[in-house]
């Protein structure tokens, strides 16, 4: 008979694991199955990684299906610096080591020979080093029948569900994270707003008062409303308002949307960062800098974040 737990936040199910929403790089699963004469133990961590990074730790017992172990991995977990363990713990009192009595006697020999060769004597504790010697003590590896690997790879396949629904949990937190975000700066675009038109007034009325301070007495006026138009035109956001917009409103439909699509998120924070950078440049407007700064200081906390989804 075996008994089965699962280390799985309850407010997660198994069935949320397969909706198209974020995941955290970030991992955790642990399955556990007792069988008459041992507990099986399966652990499995994950950090973030730009590629699946797998280290694992097997029992010489299950060490011949390490590649179909890894190809478990593998198909369910993608990316991430990933450490899979399974551990053994054996109930029943059977030592599964063995005094090796050829491999000693034939040691003893060799340190009695040597011993006369060089006319000392044989030490007193000679068979305590003989037993650290290489093959004295013999441990023996019993076979891994069919019946045993598959409850293996059954533990293997639920440590994997609570890894999977631990990832899905932390993916809501950054999802969370992500739409506050992005509603700041969705929040401090519509304030652009307001000191847009303000900045177009106020940028002609100073080329005017410069132009009067040059005390020139007559200057072409069609030629300088040329100009003006040039310049404000090369000052003009709106194209770079409506990407922003753009770009804010992709970022959270792919979020949404779409599964483990980490790496297209952080290339559309990058084009966020470019629109965000150009309205910057072209603000040449005190308080629309100061909401720009504000944008920069709400993407750098997403572009920290981005590099832990899946």
Not at 45 to 52: E, F, G, H
Not at 193 to 210: F, L, N, Q, S, V
């Amino acid at each position: 008979m075996t008994k089965l737990f699962i280390y799985l936040d309850k407010k997660t199910t198994f069935a949320e694991t397969n909706q198209k929403m974020i995941q955290s790089m970030t991992g955790f699963g642990k399955a556990v199955t007792e069988l008459p004469n041992k507990k099986i133990s399966v652990e499995i961590k994950s950090l973030n990684s730009k590629q699946l990074d797998l280290n694992t730790k097997i029992p010489a017992t299950y060490r011949e299906k390490e590649i179909e172990i890894r190809n478990m991995l593998s198909q369910t977990i993608e990316r991430g610096k990933v450490d899979f363990f399974v551990s053994i713990e054996h109930v029943d009192t059977t030592i599964p080591s063995k005094i090796n009595p050829g491999i000693i006697e034939n040691y003893y020999e060799q340190i009695k020979e040597i011993s006369n060769k060089l006319n000392i004597e044989v030490p007193p504790d000679c068979l305590s080093v003989i037993l650290r010697l290489p093959e004295a003590i013999k441990t023996e590896t019993a076979e891994l029948d069919e019946a045993e690997w598959n409850t293996v790879k059954n533990t293997i396949s639920k440590a994997l569900k609570a890894f999977v629904a631990f990832r899905v949990q932390e993916g809501k937190m950054l999802q969370k994270v992500f739409k506050s975000k992005l509603k700041t700066i969705a929040s401090l675009l519509q304030e652009i707003e307001r000191y847009d038109a303000e900045r177009i007034e106020k940028i002609k009325a100073r080329m005017m008062d410069a132009l009067k301070k040059t005390e020139l007495a007559s200057y072409d006026e069609n030629r300088f409303e040329q100009e003006l138009i040039y310049y404000i035109e090369r000052l003009d956001v709106s194209e770079e308002k409506v990407r922003l917009d753009n770009h804010l409103k992709y970022f959270t439909e792919t979020m949404e949307t779409e599964k483990n699509q980490g790496r297209k998120l952080g290339f559309i924070t990058q084009e966020i960062g470019r629109e965000v950078n150009t309205l910057g440049s072209k603000s040449n407007h005190a308080e629309m800098q100061k909401l720009v700064v504000r944008m920069k200081d709400e993407l750098e906390q997403v572009k920290e974040q981005i590099l832990n989804v899946l």
